[in-house]
């Protein structure tokens, strides 16, 4: 079965501009999860959709915004960049069912953003 | 609010030994999952281990096992027989029972593993 999927890969942007990160879960999946890893740092959490809705929010600007899919896709929006919004962002994926075992994230290999 | 602390910025081991990375995390629930991710250079983090703060049992998974301390809030990784392929950066993640699935993260553990 395929992993998380996100797209692109790596993506550079001018301060200012807008940009969109996409995420495709693990089949079955309906939770997807977006966080923010600054070089050499541990990620940070910015939102996590469930069944379409926002769960939760993580202590990030209005800038920022995500929506799920029917298909449980998603995406991650992120208007007027500034540098500092230069990061690793990753997308996850649970099930989110009963067992303790079906809410473990299972994470896609990030899109590298870097603004100039 | 939750927080999780790693104090070793980098650990080496020797191919072969064991090493402990060491996790501690502050909180005032009592219901919680503890995890430990690996990301190696390929920047893809991948779940090593995962235990659940009612079961006193330490999770062990093949080489992988922890040492959770609940009164301590103590989360440490031991990893046996080092090998090559475990060098990555490591990093502690707490998990609330309640609300979002949000993991908190720690700033991590780069280990080195010495041929």
């Known amino acids: 079965d395929a992993g998380v999927t996100q797209s692109p890969t790596h993506l550079i942007k001018t301060r200012g501009q807008h940009v969109t990160l996409r995420c495709s879960p693990i089949?079955?999946?309906?939770?997807v999860s977006w966080y923010q890893q600054v070089l050499g740092q541990g990620p940070q959490f910015i939102f996590q959709?469930?069944?379409?809705?926002?769960?939760g929010r993580g202590n990030f600007p209005d800038r920022f915004s995500a929506r799920q899919f029917p298909n449980y896709s998603s995406e991650l929006n992120v208007n007027a960049l500034l540098l500092g919004d230069s990061a690793l962002y990753l997308c996850?994926?649970?099930?989110?069912?009963?067992?303790?075992?079906?809410?473990?994230?299972?994470f896609g290999p990030g899109t590298r953003l870097t603004v100039t | 609010a939750q927080t999780v602390t790693q104090s070793q910025p980098e650990m080496s081991v020797q191919e072969a030994e064991t090493v402990t990375l060491s996790c501690t995390y502050d909180?005032?629930?009592?219901?919680?999952?503890l995890f430990w991710y690996k990301q190696p250079p390929s920047r893809q983090m991948i779940l090593v281990i995962r235990?659940?703060?009612?079961?006193?049992q330490n999770a062990t998974e093949n080489r992988f096992s922890v040492n959770f301390q609940k009164a301590a809030k103590s989360f440490s990784l031991k990893i046996s027989d080092s090998q090559l392929g475990d060098a990555a950066m490591y990093f502690c993640?707490?998990?609330?029972?309640?609300?979002?699935?949000?993991?908190?993260f720690g700033q991590g553990t780069r280990l080195t593993i010495n041929p």
């Open positions: 993640a707490y998990r609330s029972d309640q609300g979002a699935q949000k993991l908190v």
């Open positions: 089949s079955g999946h309906k939770s």
């Open positions: 959709y469930y069944e379409k809705e926002e769960r």
């Open positions: 909180t005032s629930e009592s219901d919680y999952y």
């Open positions: 235990q659940e703060a009612y079961k006193q």
């Open positions: 996850a994926s649970s099930l989110e069912g009963l067992s303790a075992a079906s809410y473990e994230q299972y």
